[in-house]
Protein backbone atom coordinates (compact mmCIF):
# COMPACT_ATOMS: atom_id res chain seq x y z
CA UNK A 1 0.00 0.00 0.00
CA UNK A 2 1.66 3.19 -0.97
CA UNK A 3 -0.27 6.87 0.25
CA UNK A 4 1.11 9.64 -1.28
CA UNK A 5 0.17 13.57 -1.60
CA UNK A 6 -2.35 13.75 -4.99
CA UNK A 7 -1.61 15.89 -7.67
CA UNK A 8 -3.58 17.91 -10.05
CA UNK A 9 -1.40 14.64 -12.52
CA UNK A 10 -4.02 12.26 -10.57
CA UNK A 11 -7.16 13.87 -11.38
CA UNK A 12 -8.40 11.78 -14.36
CA UNK A 13 -7.49 8.97 -12.18
CA UNK A 14 -9.63 10.16 -9.12
CA UNK A 15 -11.98 11.19 -11.66
CA UNK A 16 -12.40 7.79 -12.90
CA UNK A 17 -13.05 6.42 -9.00
CA UNK A 18 -15.22 9.20 -8.43
CA UNK A 19 -17.34 7.93 -11.22
CA UNK A 20 -17.35 4.30 -10.09
CA UNK A 21 -17.81 4.85 -6.76
CA UNK A 22 -20.84 7.07 -6.77
CA UNK A 23 -22.12 7.22 -10.38
CA UNK A 24 -25.56 9.58 -9.53
CA UNK A 25 -23.74 12.30 -7.23
CA UNK A 26 -20.22 12.52 -8.36
CA UNK A 27 -18.34 15.35 -7.93
CA UNK A 28 -17.69 17.37 -11.18
CA UNK A 29 -13.73 17.62 -12.46
CA UNK A 30 -13.64 21.69 -11.70
CA UNK A 31 -15.12 21.15 -8.04
CA UNK A 32 -12.19 18.09 -7.41
CA UNK A 33 -9.48 20.38 -9.18
CA UNK A 34 -10.64 23.05 -7.11
CA UNK A 35 -10.08 20.65 -3.69
CA UNK A 36 -6.63 19.67 -5.53
CA UNK A 37 -5.02 22.89 -5.17
CA UNK A 38 -6.37 24.56 -2.16
CA UNK A 39 -4.15 25.24 1.00
CA UNK A 40 -6.78 24.11 2.89
CA UNK A 41 -6.98 20.51 2.49
CA UNK A 42 -5.29 17.46 2.04
CA UNK A 43 -6.04 14.57 -0.44
CA UNK A 44 -4.17 11.51 -0.70
CA UNK A 45 -4.20 8.75 -3.47
CA UNK A 46 -3.66 5.32 -3.09
CA UNK A 47 -1.44 3.31 -5.61
CA UNK A 48 -1.11 -0.38 -5.89
CA UNK A 49 1.05 -1.56 -8.73
CA UNK A 50 1.45 1.74 -9.58
CA UNK A 51 -2.17 2.38 -10.28
CA UNK A 52 -4.14 5.03 -8.13
CA UNK A 53 -7.07 2.75 -6.51
CA UNK A 54 -8.31 4.88 -4.01
CA UNK A 55 -8.08 8.51 -2.41
CA UNK A 56 -9.59 10.95 0.02
CA UNK A 57 -9.14 14.21 1.22
CA UNK A 58 -9.97 16.22 4.69
CA UNK A 59 -10.64 20.04 4.42
CA UNK A 60 -9.03 21.74 7.79
CA UNK A 61 -7.61 25.23 7.67
CA UNK A 62 -4.27 25.42 9.61
CA UNK A 63 -5.33 26.63 13.16
CA UNK A 64 -9.34 25.87 13.05
CA UNK A 65 -10.27 23.44 15.67
CA UNK A 66 -12.43 21.20 13.05
CA UNK A 67 -12.22 19.49 9.92
CA UNK A 68 -14.04 18.11 7.60
CA UNK A 69 -13.55 14.48 5.45
CA UNK A 70 -14.66 15.71 2.36
CA UNK A 71 -14.20 12.13 0.39
CA UNK A 72 -12.69 8.52 0.61
CA UNK A 73 -13.34 6.04 -2.57
CA UNK A 74 -11.80 3.11 -3.60
CA UNK A 75 -12.26 0.75 -6.41
CA UNK A 76 -14.80 -1.97 -5.41
CA UNK A 77 -11.94 -4.56 -5.37
CA UNK A 78 -9.33 -3.11 -3.33
CA UNK A 79 -11.93 -2.38 -0.35
CA UNK A 80 -12.19 -3.97 2.89
CA UNK A 81 -8.32 -4.71 2.93
CA UNK A 82 -7.90 -2.09 5.02
CA UNK A 83 -7.02 0.65 2.62
CA UNK A 84 -9.66 2.86 3.54
CA UNK A 85 -8.98 2.72 7.42
CA UNK A 86 -4.77 4.11 6.44
CA UNK A 87 -6.50 6.45 4.13
CA UNK A 88 -9.18 7.81 7.05
CA UNK A 89 -6.10 7.78 9.58
CA UNK A 90 -3.69 9.73 7.36
CA UNK A 91 -6.70 11.97 6.95
CA UNK A 92 -7.00 12.36 10.82
CA UNK A 93 -3.40 12.58 11.26
CA UNK A 94 -3.03 15.52 8.57
CA UNK A 95 -6.11 16.81 10.40
CA UNK A 96 -4.40 17.20 13.72
CA UNK A 97 -1.29 18.71 12.11
CA UNK A 98 -3.52 21.38 11.22
CA UNK A 99 -4.55 22.29 14.88
CA UNK A 100 -7.87 20.58 14.43
CA UNK A 101 -9.83 19.03 17.41
CA UNK A 102 -12.66 17.66 16.02
CA UNK A 103 -13.11 16.01 12.57
CA UNK A 104 -16.92 15.71 11.09
CA UNK A 105 -18.25 14.05 7.74
CA UNK A 106 -21.09 12.67 5.97
CA UNK A 107 -21.99 9.35 4.89
CA UNK A 108 -24.92 7.58 2.79
CA UNK A 109 -27.20 6.01 4.92
CA UNK A 110 -26.97 3.73 2.09
CA UNK A 111 -23.44 2.80 2.89
CA UNK A 112 -23.37 0.39 5.80
CA UNK A 113 -19.45 -0.44 5.28
CA UNK A 114 -18.26 2.97 5.41
CA UNK A 115 -20.67 3.71 8.12
CA UNK A 116 -19.15 0.94 9.94
CA UNK A 117 -15.44 2.06 8.78
CA UNK A 118 -16.50 5.08 10.81
CA UNK A 119 -18.18 3.90 14.05
CA UNK A 120 -14.99 1.65 14.56
CA UNK A 121 -12.44 4.70 14.54
CA UNK A 122 -14.54 6.48 16.79
CA UNK A 123 -16.94 8.41 14.90
CA UNK A 124 -20.21 9.03 16.70
CA UNK A 125 -23.64 10.06 14.79
CA UNK A 126 -24.62 13.56 15.85
CA UNK A 127 -27.78 13.87 13.11
CA UNK A 128 -29.16 13.22 9.80
CA UNK A 129 -29.87 15.12 6.65
CA UNK A 130 -33.00 13.95 5.18
CA UNK A 131 -32.71 13.42 1.71
CA UNK A 132 -29.24 14.79 1.05
CA UNK A 133 -27.72 12.86 -1.52
CA UNK A 134 -29.63 13.36 -4.79
CA UNK A 135 -31.01 12.32 -7.08
CA UNK A 136 -31.45 9.41 -5.05
CA UNK A 137 -33.45 10.92 -1.81
CA UNK A 138 -30.73 9.46 0.50
CA UNK A 139 -30.27 10.50 3.97
CA UNK A 140 -26.54 11.49 4.99
CA UNK A 141 -25.76 10.39 8.72
CA UNK A 142 -23.66 13.59 10.55
CA UNK A 143 -20.84 12.18 12.45
CA UNK A 144 -18.26 13.62 14.46
CA UNK A 145 -14.64 12.33 15.69
CA UNK A 146 -13.06 14.25 18.94
CA UNK A 147 -9.49 13.80 18.49
CA UNK A 148 -7.05 12.38 21.02
CA UNK A 149 -3.86 15.07 21.08
CA UNK A 150 -0.99 13.71 23.10
CA UNK A 151 -0.28 16.28 26.15
CA UNK A 152 2.59 18.56 25.46
CA UNK A 153 5.79 18.00 27.38
CA UNK A 154 5.71 21.33 28.85
CA UNK A 155 3.32 22.92 31.07
CA UNK A 156 0.88 25.45 30.31
CA UNK A 157 0.09 27.92 31.88
CA UNK A 158 -2.69 26.85 34.40
CA UNK A 159 -0.81 23.89 35.27
CA UNK A 160 2.54 26.24 36.48
CA UNK A 161 0.25 28.34 38.00
CA UNK A 162 -1.78 25.79 39.90
CA UNK A 163 1.34 24.64 40.54
CA UNK A 164 2.64 27.79 42.18
CA UNK A 165 -0.59 28.01 44.21
CA UNK A 166 -0.11 24.36 45.53
CA UNK A 167 3.45 25.11 47.60
CA UNK A 168 2.32 28.48 48.31
Not at 37 to 46: E, F, I, K, Q
Amino acid sequence: MTLRAATPDDLDAIMAIEHRSFPTDAWSPQAMALELASPHGRYLVDEHDGVIIGYGGVRALQGSRDADIQTIALDAEHRGAGRGRALLRSLLAAAAERGAREVFLEVRADNPGAEGLYLSEGFEEIGRRPRYYQPDDVDAIVMRLVLQHPRSSHPDESTVDAAKEATA
